[in-house]
């Protein structure tokens, strides 16, 4: 991740000084004060002679307030290594600064702003979006037949505005020729976002700016940006513009480049008080109001400035403060913006605009701010982090993929009412809709915050009732959800797609993709084994089950002469598909994805309705009406689904697929190198994906993914087919050979179910899956937005399948493999309200419950069971 530097044979200032802030890394330390790989630094008095922990506030007033804390946290990271904490980038590359800016993006849950430098708005290199969950607008586009609504999760304003210039000079962009040193620094443990500036201009002076960053974890309506200047060799002004940019659009996506794009109009700008300017907008078309305030206050070290305000207003949107500072060599000067935002859709509030004018009096100074964020920090790292003796390359990027899980959805709640974004919070890919990549994410929140799933889960309760409209509409009954949600749960996955190579608009058939409902209901239910939640299941819980179930109960047809159940004319996962050779976009009969996770889930119904039996829950039984019959019709339907084989006893991707001819793969890879759009490549060639064996990403393998072979045998059983052991290895074989893995998730499920088979093959699709963001492995798209489902289930992948963790009959099993470049993992679970400590080396399985007042918990670790107490620290010996 280390990109270009700049000019580094700078002559002169060659110091070796550390800053003794404990949080340099490679021997680089971002705020400019330390000497490190020979790097040219600035000495240390540039500092005003102090270390840098003493000269800018947030530092200075943190570490004050907090130093025990602090301690602790230095000594913890010395311990792990901070490489696997730090993410950093040396020099400014513009061709990958849109990914950096996705990876470095900060955010809360309530809202994510990407690491975009505070400089520039948006154009061809930068790209400064922030986003806040759950604000949807649908905008229509007129391109003649191919005019189209679409619903984006909208691009806000831009809180980051913070523009200077030296002595009068150009207003600074971080490619300019004058910089001499650019370096950025994620901290993943504190979540803050660090950028170290030097500059000299065309006359000569030397300046260094250092800024960073936070999106509130304690105060989730707050944000803060904190500049320091430093003039090194010269003495003058510096000027400083600080606004809120509303003059956005959703530009984010090239590919959606033709489609409409302002989703925001101007309310008001104003200048509510001194230091305090205010911004408010409206959603087009949702009407949601958004109001975001920026207080900005300079000091030059505990000292308050008071420079003249120059205050700019454009009625499209801009408000801004510009004043002037003075600088002299050894007298930094800080420019603090502390940043509130509210919108409509907040609770608890007069009005947007009055809500953060008043957060904003009554917030403290950003080192108050930052000592709760760092707080909040690190009780979400003792609960999620996951320590691997491994390469750090592998550490760092477990780290990021929880960071960015944790950043995007560790502050939603139920008055939130926000679901789990494809790409979270940091980009527009997909249009930030909601798929059923949760599904990938839930186990790792389920396992140690399960509040948190429960809070996700709410998203799709409260758009059962379009759900329910949408299987009236099919003609169905039950509650059908759509591929891709947005703000109220309408179907929102676009009709078309533009394919670049042909220049076409094509038919996007993929909303038949009805397997989102399985994973909903699959979701709720391993939800409820992991918690023995009740009261969810009878208030949301069992709802979504039944209604699910009742939906595919609907899909299901029988065969009388069989008595067997089909499904047709869907798609499973494999995007690839959507309708048999020469009649695309009819669906699919009997994708066995589809078949069986029907099965499992009408059976899970059954199972619900006989759990709430003698419960309180008249208020659901009135909603649903259940017909006596119908619950007998599902009990029938999951003992009798249709499941197709290939002659060799593989299942089948669908009715038909064996019969598709081989694909060119070894012409095409050599023909496209990059195949992973093969639906693209093959229709500009007036071919077709449906044509093949092929396959985008797992999809009868997603079965090995959700359940154990065991499990799996079982469920195919009680449908009347054998699946062998020997049959299992074949179908991994097939469908191994015949994926493009062109979707990020693919690679999770392959690693997933090589596992147990193959160890060096599952690490490998996990490096990849790991990696799919930080290296942007699919060449190119990781600017647009990360990828939650696969950073979630590469972490799972250590988490669950590497310990072989499963919940069954209020049994926790634990089956470990630890794949041969792991010596030893280490992570904490939240069991049935019992905090568990899992150390897993290759000899030993050792389980800390901590002291308290939990119910004694069932662990079966290689088929051995045993009852453990809180308080209780039990070693498990393990055969390899
Ligand atoms: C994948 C889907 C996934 C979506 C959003 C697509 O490329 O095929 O399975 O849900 O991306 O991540």
């Given at each position: 991740m280390v990109g270009r530097r700049r000019r580094?044979?700078?002559?002169?200032?060659v110091v070796d000084v550390?800053?003794?802030?404990?949080?340099?890394v490679h021997g680089r330390c971002v705020h400019g004060c330390c000497g490190g790989h020979g790097s040219i630094q600035p000495p240390a008095d540039r500092h005003g002679g102090r270390t840098s922990s003493e000269g800018t506030g947030m530092d200075a007033r943190a570490s004050r307030a907090d130093a025990e804390r602090e301690a602790d946290v230095e000594g913890r990271a010395r311990a792990d290594g901070d490489e696997a904490w730090l993410l950093g980038f040396d020099g400014f590359d513009p061709e990958t600064e849109g990914r950096r800016e996705a990876l470095c993006t900060l955010g809360n849950g309530y809202w994510g702003t990407r690491g975009?430098?505070?400089?520039c708005a948006a154009d061809a290199v930068h790209y400064p979006g922030t986003y806040l969950a759950g604000v949807y607008n649908p905008l229509h586009t007129?391109?003649?037949?191919h005019s189209r609504d679409d619903e984006h999760m909208v691009n806000a304003p831009n809180w980051l505005p913070l523009g200077f210039r030296i002595a009068g000079g150009e207003w600074f962009r971080p490619?300019?020729?004058?910089?001499l040193d650019y370096r950025q620094e994620l901290d993943l443990r504190r979540g803050v976002l660090t950028r170290f500036v030097r500059i000299r201009d065309l006359a000569g002076r030397t300046s260094m700016v250092t800024s960073r960053r936070f999106v509130s974890q304690a105060a989730p309506h707050l944000a803060v940006l904190e500049t320091t200047f430093e003039a090194v060799d010269w003495s003058g002004t510096v000027t400083v513009r600080s606004g809120v940019d509303g003059?956005?659009?959703?530009?984010?996506?090239v590919a959606d480049a033709l489609l409409a794009a302002g989703h925001l109009v101007t309310r008001s700008t104003e200048?509510?008080?001194?230091?305090t300017v205010l911004l408010q907008m409206e959603t087009t078309r949702s009407g949601v109001h958004i109001a975001m305030a920026a207080r900005t206050r300079a000091y030059a070290g505990d000292r308050p400035l008071t420079p003249e305000r120059r205050f700019e207003r454009d009625p499209a949107g801009w408000v801004a403060q510009e004043f002037d500072l003075p600088l002299e060599p050894g007298h930094p000067v800080r420019v603090e913006k502390t940043v509130a935002v509210s919108t409509?859709?907040?609770?608890?509030?007069?009005s947007a605009p009055a809500a953060v004018t008043t957060w904003l009096e009554r917030a403290g100074d950003p080192a108050e701010l930052l000592a709760a964020h760092e707080r909040e920090w690190e009780g979400l790292w003792d609960e999620f982090a996951v320590s691997l003796q491994s390469g750090d390359h592998q550490a760092l990027a477990l780290n990021l993929n929880t960071f960015h899980v944790l950043q995007t959805?560790?502050?939603?709640d139920a008055d939130l009412d926000a679901g789990v974004p494809?790409?979270?919070?940091?980009?527009e890919g997909y249009r930030g809709h909601v798929f059923w990549d949760e599904a990938f994410v839930y186990p790792i929140l389920t396992l140690r915050r399960p509040d948190l799933s429960r809070a996700l889960l709410g998203y799709r309760y409260r758009r059962l009732n379009e759900a329910r409209a949408a299987a009236r509409a099919a003609g169905r009954t039950g509650a059908m959800f759509p591929w891709q949600s947005g703000i109220?749960?309408?179907?929102?996955?676009?009709?078309e797609l533009f394919n670049p190579r042909s220049g076409r608009w094509l038919p996007?058939?993929?909303?038949?993709?009805?397997h989102v409902g399985l994973a909903i209901a699959y979701s709720v239910w391993k939800y409820y084994q992991a918690t023995g939640d009740a009261d969810f299941l009878v208030h949301q819980g069992a709802e979504l089950i039944l209604e699910i179930a009742r939906f595919f109960a609907s899909l299901a047809i029988h065969d009388q002469a069989a008595d067997r159940y089909d499904i047709d004319e869907v798609m499973g996962?494999?995007?690839?598909?959507?309708?048999?050779p020469g009649v695309p976009g009819a669906g699919l009969r009997n994708n066995t994805y589809t078949n069986v996770l029907t099965a499992w889930v009408l059976g899970r119904a059954v199972e619900t309705v006989a759990l709430l039996a003698?419960?309180?829950?008249r208020p659901l039984w009135n909603r649903l009406r259940?017909?006596?019959?119908e619950v007998d019709g599902w009990e029938r339907i999951s003992r009798r689904m249709r499941v197709v084989f290939h002659s060799d006893g593989v299942p089948s991707q669908?009715?038909?697929?064996?019969?598709l001819p081989e694909f060119d793969w070894a012409g095409y890879r050599e023909r496209y190198?990059?195949?992973?759009?093969l639906d693209l490549i093959l229709e500009a060639e007036g071919?077709?994906?449906?044509?093949?064996?092929?396959?985008?990403q797992a999809d009868v393998l997603m079965l090995l993914y959700l359940f154990s072979a065991e499990e799996l045998r079982e469920q195919l059983e009680a449908l009347g087919y054998e699946l062998s052991p020997e049959a299992v290895v074949r179908t991994v074989d097939f469908y191994g050979a015949r994926?493009?893995?062109?979707?990020?998730l693919s690679n999770v499920v392959h690693s997933w179910v090589e596992a147990r088979r193959d160890r060096e093959r599952s690490w490998q699709f996990l490096g990849r899956a790991l990696a799919?963001?930080?290296?942007?492995i699919q060449g190119?798209?990781?600017?647009?937005?990360?990828h939650l489902g696969a950073m979630a289930g590469s972490v799972d992948m250590v988490l669950r399948c590497y310990s072989g963790l499963e919940i069954r009959d209020d049994v926790l099993w634990l089956h470990p493999v630890l794949p041969a470049e792991l010596d030893q993992v280490a992570f904490s679970i939240n069991y049935r309200d019992q905090p568990i400590r899992l150390e897993l080396t290759r000899t030993t399985l050792r389980l800390r419950l901590r002291a308290g007042g939990a119910a004694p918990i069932v662990v079966r670790v290689e088929g051995r069971e045993a009852v453990l107490s809180p308080g209780e620290t039990r070693d498990f010996p393990l055969g390899d």
């Open positions: 580094r044979d700078e002559p002169g200032e550390r800053c003794g802030r404990g949080r340099c975009a430098a505070p400089e007129d391109l003649g037949e490619g300019s020729p004058d910089v003059r956005v659009a959703n530009r984010n996506v200048q509510v008080t001194i230091d409509s859709r907040d609770r608890a509030v007069l959805l560790a502050g939603v494809a790409r979270g919070l940091s980009g109220d749960g309408r179907e929102v996955t676009p009709a996007d058939n993929s909303y038949r993709q009805r996962p494999d995007e690839f598909h959507d309708g048999p003698g419960r309180n829950c259940l017909r006596p019959d669908f009715d038909g697929y064996e019969d190198g990059d195949i992973g759009r071919d077709s994906t449906n044509n093949y064996r092929l396959s985008k994926s493009t893995h062109g979707s990020t799919s963001d930080l290296a942007d190119d798209t990781t600017h647009e937005g990360i």
